[in-house]
């Protein structure tokens, strides 16, 4: 797979990452966490994070396929970028809960 066609399964993570962003930034702008804009960029984050996990499988496929021995970082690179949004997205949770 070569390097530019793998960057496109990045932006699944990095649109996931911007919703969870916008909505903590919405929350902190308008000082609760109990509005329209703050719910919908949620749900979009959780269902692009879904995108992302799905994004990375396949990658993690077509890598594997390809070779591990030469593909192991980009797998590491799709771990990590899994890692941000879901740690925005328990940070949303958690704002939401408490």
């Known amino acids: 797979m070569k390097t530019v066609s793998q960057l496109w399964f990045f932006l699944p993570h990095a649109l ?11 929350m902190w702008h308008v000082g609760t966490n109990r509005t329209e804009p703050d719910r919908l960029l949620g749900y979009a984050g959780f269902i692009v994070l879904a995108l992302a996990l799905l994004a990375s499988i ?11 021995r030469r593909t192991w970082p980009w797998l590491l690179a799709h771990v990590a970028g899994l890692v941000v949004p879901l740690a925005l997205a328990s940070g949303w949770l958690g704002a939401h809960i408490a």
């Open 16 to 26: 996931s990452s911007a919703c969870f962003a916008a909505a903590f930034a919405w």
């Open 58 to 68: 396949i990658a993690a496929i077509a890598l594997i396929n390809g070779g591990l």
